[in-house]
């Protein structure tokens, strides 16, 4: 079985500052992938970060970075320089090679403050 | 072209009713999902389309139908739905079945209101 948890339901943070986000996860797979998606009010779900599992070095995405601990499954995204369009519900979600689903954690709603 | 197309945005339909929610895409993807959204919930996996068969039925109650007629279309018929069935349906694609690397892209969601 696959379980990815959020355990920050609403978070905030100062325009230009940075903020880091969450997850943990559960897998017995050798073989899977993270993902952070983001959805605004307009309701859209967009990539925002992807990382395999079998590589070592975090994913980054212009501001966008990720922590991955694979050995406490854990994959936080930090998003530096925020701005207000990064207000949005953050799905972290996990899929796998003998699967073809996208387990999603309960999410994150960021709030930028100007 | 990297977009999953839904329509209709919206939809309000009586408990009697029968109608369908289309998505599109021409990507090539080969995997094809529907999801239901509640408000400020994760998306719940209904069903999945491998090479246009169906792989997953998450237990989905029977007055939802998926219907996919070919490697780009996927449709939702819905009849006899209940209030608690509105909710946002979100579709989405991805490349290959079975390989979780990539990515999935939704579309933009058919807000769907049952009265």
């Known amino acids: 079985a696959q379980t990815v948890t959020q355990s920050q339901p609403e978070m905030s943070v100062q325009e230009a500052e940075t903020v880091t986000l969450s997850c943990t996860y559960d897998?017995?797979?050798?073989?899977?992938?993270l993902f952070w998606y983001k959805q605004p009010p307009s309701r859209q779900m967009i990539l925002v970060i992807r990382q395999e599992a079998y590589k070592q070095q975090n994913a980054t995405e212009n501001r966008f970075s990720v922590n991955f601990q694979k050995a406490a499954k854990s994959f936080s995204l930090k998003i530096s320089d925020s701005q207000l369009g990064d207000t949005a519900m953050y799905f972290c979600?996990?899929?796998?090679?003998?699967?073809?689903?996208?387990?999603f954690g309960t999410g994150t709603s960021l709030t930028v403050i100007p | 072209d990297t977009e999953v197309t839904q329509t209709p945005k919206h939809l309000v339909m009586g408990m009697t009713n029968k109608k369908s929610l289309k998505c599109e895409q021409h990507?090539?993807?080969?995997?094809m999902y529907w999801y239901k959204q509640k408000a400020k919930k994760p998306p719940e996996l209904m069903f999945v389309y491998s090479y246009e068969k169906l792989s997953i039925n998450e237990s989905v109650p029977s007055r939802f139908s998926p219907e996919c007629p070919n490697s780009s279309l996927l449709n939702l018929h819905l009849h006899a739905l209940q209030p608690e069935d509105s909710a946002l349906y979100l579709c989405?694609?991805?490349?290959?079945?079975?390989?979780?690397?990539?990515?999935?892209?939704f579309g933009q969601g058919t807000r769907l209101t049952v009265v």
């Open positions: 990507m090539g993807h080969r995997a």
């Open positions: 979600a996990l899929n796998s090679n003998t699967g073809n689903q996208f387990y």
């Open positions: 989405a694609s991805s490349q290959t079945p079975g390989q979780g690397n990539t990515e999935a892209f």
């Open positions: 897998t017995s797979e050798n073989n899977y992938y």
